[in-house]
């Protein structure tokens, strides 16, 4: 399957490099988590001390929150691990990444929590 990526800037000078579109080729059973696990291995995140970025589906809703201070990405309670929602009409599957800085990834997956109504 392809998959389209998007990100944030990180920086003034990253903004240059708008807007961060990364393509790759990626077998479809990998799921939600592996292509996350995929991108990461790829270093399309840039590494800025201890970022945190929350990944988005084509819709908006948040799916997973990836951290460097985690091992792996966490997905979030409600999100679907397969790709059939980031699917477009010509089968690409998209994906955006919002840049939340340093924050506390920790902090950031419970408030998504809570905004989805989650315990």
């Given at each position: 399957m392809k998959v389209v990526a998007t990100r944030e800037s990180v920086a003034m000078g990253d903004d240059v490099l708008?807007?961060?579109?990364?393509?790759?080729?990626?077998?479809?059973q990998l799921g939600i988590p592996g292509v996350l696990a995929a991108l990461e291995l790829d270093r399309y995140l840039p590494v800025?001390?201890?970022?945190?970025?929350?990944?988005?589906?084509?819709?908006?809703?948040?799916?997973a929150v990836v951290a460097r201070r985690?091992?792996?990405?966490?997905?979030?309670?409600?999100?679907?691990?397969?790709?059939?929602g980031l699917m477009d009409a010509d089968g690409v599957a998209r994906l955006y990444f919002e840049y939340r800085?340093?924050?506390?990834?920790?902090v950031i997956?419970?408030?998504?929590c809570e905004a989805q109504g989650q315990p």
């Open positions: 708008a807007p961060h579109e990364g393509t790759w080729e990626l077998p479809e800025v001390g201890l970022s945190t970025w929350v990944a988005r589906g084509p819709d908006g809703a948040a799916l985690w091992r792996k990405p966490r997905m979030l309670p409600g999100a679907r691990d397969d790709v059939a800085a340093q924050a506390d990834p920790d997956y419970d408030d998504l």
